[in-house]
């Protein structure tokens, strides 16, 4: 059986994800296992729909077994982010390919790209860059650019710099693993609606639909509810999203506005300094902007420096306000099973011979599989207890603990 791998956050799952799968299953995936981040995502921000939800529409989509990416995993930065799903997806033992999407490159510029930058030369550039005060993201193209020309240019894009720490995960960490960059069909990385919701974007394959950025649906569907999200996501999905609005299983932005800011309110000076990435002052600067900001949007903007990108300044603050230190584990000590089809569970037990970590639907068993693992898992709950009150109608605590994966 060949298996694919992909790691998402499907916030929320759309045309362009069902078109991925499909094309892996065209070049003749058997099976294809998807590692999603949970209640909380790489952008520093609570995800538009819980992972509940995202994982019926994932299996709705196209997917066939959904696996839990740790919150602490998820709002790592791109390298951390990407270490913790490949290792996920290589702890199973039984997939064979990493299948990411991409802006501009294929595999072979992905990998030359991750060689380049855990080559021993491009230590100096990079620190050169970054003593003229350059930000990392910013650093590191100028670093390559150096070691060679127009390698900068795989470091700009977030898809491309996102496909360069997979390969850079799959080097580093010797996985067998084989990489394979999808280009990007129809919009791009946070690009904005740019037409009406009738129209199809002119390079979207017909057969899939309207492709539009998944920041975009978050605002569309945020701004006019999911129905307006129809022409840019799979019917089944947009099924499994109409459910869920009924229920009230949706951000409200002001609710996770109120309920950050009143935790970091109650932090002390000890506590943010022993923040996960609290380096350079960073947690004087989050400091002093509590006292100013009233709402989340005004406390990243006071938080704005030239020196960081505004999604580590957000991945700072919800690590703040999450407790997150450094002695979290950065990589999953588990296997946390959200939901599977059939084929999906055919692939559990292929698993259950090939897996290197502990695998299971129950958290509460997992967390019982080492002291790693209970530690990861009650920091998982709590984001997931937190999220839980960021919903149009909020949800009780534990449901980490008491969801029952999802069968389709």
């Not at 997806?89 to 990998?111: Q, Y």
């Not at 692939?347 to 997992?366: D, E, Q």
Request: contains cysteine.
């Amino acid at each position: 059986m060949k298996i694919v791998g992909i790691i998402a956050e499907y916030n929320p799952f759309h045309n362009g994800h069902a078109y991925q799968i499909a094309e892996m299953r065209r070049l003749g995936a058997a099976a294809v296992v998807c590692v999603c981040s949970p209640g909380v995502v790489q952008r520093g921000e609570a995800a538009f729909l819980p992972a509940r939800v995202r994982t019926r529409a994932a299996l709705a989509g196209g997917a066939d077994l959904i696996l839990s990416l740790p919150a602490p995993c998820a709002v790592l930065s791109a390298e951390g982010f990407a270490a913790a799903g490949v290792a996920a997806l290589g702890a199973l033992g039984c997939v064979d390919t990493l299948c990411f999407g991409t802006d501009t490159l294929d595999t072979a510029n992905a990998l030359d790209t991750a060689r380049l930058l855990e080559s021993p030369a491009f230590t100096a550039p990079l620190r050169r860059a970054l003593e003229e005060g350059m930000p990392l993201p910013a650093a590191r193209a100028a670093a390559a650019d150096t070691l060679c020309a127009g390698a900068g240019n795989a470091l700009r894009a977030a898809n491309d710099i996102l496909a360069v720490e997979y390969c850079k995960a799959l080097l580093r960490s010797g996985s067998a693993l084989h990489p394979l960059a999808l280009p990007r069909a129809g919009a791009a990385h946070d690009a904005p609606l740019l037409l009406p919701c009738t129209d199809t974007v002119r390079d979207t394959p017909p057969e899939h639909g309207a492709f539009a950025s998944a920041s975009a649906l978050r605002r569309l569907g945020a701004e006019q509810g999911v129905e307006a999200l129809a022409p840019y996501v799979p019917a089944p999905c947009l099924a499994v999203y109409r459910a869920a609005w009924e229920r009230g299983e949706v951000l409200f932005s002001t609710a996770f506005s109120t309920a950050i800011l009143s935790r970091l309110r109650a932090k002390s000076a000890e506590e943010l300094r022993r923040t996960r990435g609290a380096r350079e002052g960073l947690e004087n600067r989050l400091s002093a902007a509590i006292r100013q900001a009233c709402t989340w949007e005004e406390l990243i903007e006071v938080l704005k420096t030239k020196r960081y990108a505004t999604a580590r300044l957000r991945r700072f603050a919800l690590n703040a306000a999450l407790g997150y230190t450094d002695d979290i584990p950065a990589l999953p000590p588990y296997l946390h099973i959200l939901g599977a089809t059939e084929t999906g569970l055919s692939v559990l037990r292929r698993a259950g011979k090939t897996a290197k970590l502990p695998i299971a639907a129950s958290l509460a068993r997992l967390a019982k599989s080492g002291e790693a693992a209970a530690r990861m898992a009650s920091a998982h709950a709590a984001a997931e207890d937190f999220t839980a009150l960021c919903l149009r109608c909020p949800a009780p605590m534990g449901t980490a603990y008491t969801a029952k994966p999802v069968m389709p």
